[in-house]
Nanobody, 117 residues
Framework: QVQLVESGGGLVQPGGSLRLFCQAS????????MAWYRQAPGKQREMVAA???????NYADSVEGRFTISRDNSKNTVNLQMNSLKPEDTAVYYC???????????WGQGTQVTVSS
């Protein structure tokens, strides 16, 4: 079964850094695009960053230049390096395998990131 398990969340001060990890299993990881989403309380879930199977990346305007998505196909992991964190980055962050023609995509359980002094 497809599984996406996030880790690395926590409490960090504004301006600090945090690295999130997503461990994937149950599918041929290297053939799929992957993404990170986030959702703050009372707000809609939004895409933060995405990476294609070939390594091309896309970022939300709000995190461009601060966040970096990467993948390690040998370990079936997708990571999100978050630098210069702001209070508005506070959210639950979710690992995502985007929908394809064959499926509706998959989500991890989420990991909490809190940016506060």
């Amino acid at each position: 079964q497809v599984q996406l398990v996030e880790s690395g969340g926590g409490l960090v001060q504004p301006g600090g850094s945090l690295r999130l990890f997503c461990q994937a299993s149950g599918f041929i990881f290297s053939t799929y695009a992957m993404a990170w989403y986030r959702q703050a309380p009372g707000k809609q879930r939004e895409m933060v960053a995405a990476i294609s199977s070939s390594g091309h990346t896309n970022y939300a305007d709000s995190v461009e230049g601060r966040f970096t998505i990467s993948r390690d196909n040998s370990k079936n992991t997708v990571n999100l390096q978050m630098n210069s964190l702001k209070p508005e980055d506070t959210a639950v962050y979710y690992c995502n395998r985007p929908p394809t023609i064959a499926d509706s995509g998959y989500w991890g359980q989420g990991t909490q990131v809190t940016v506060s002094s």
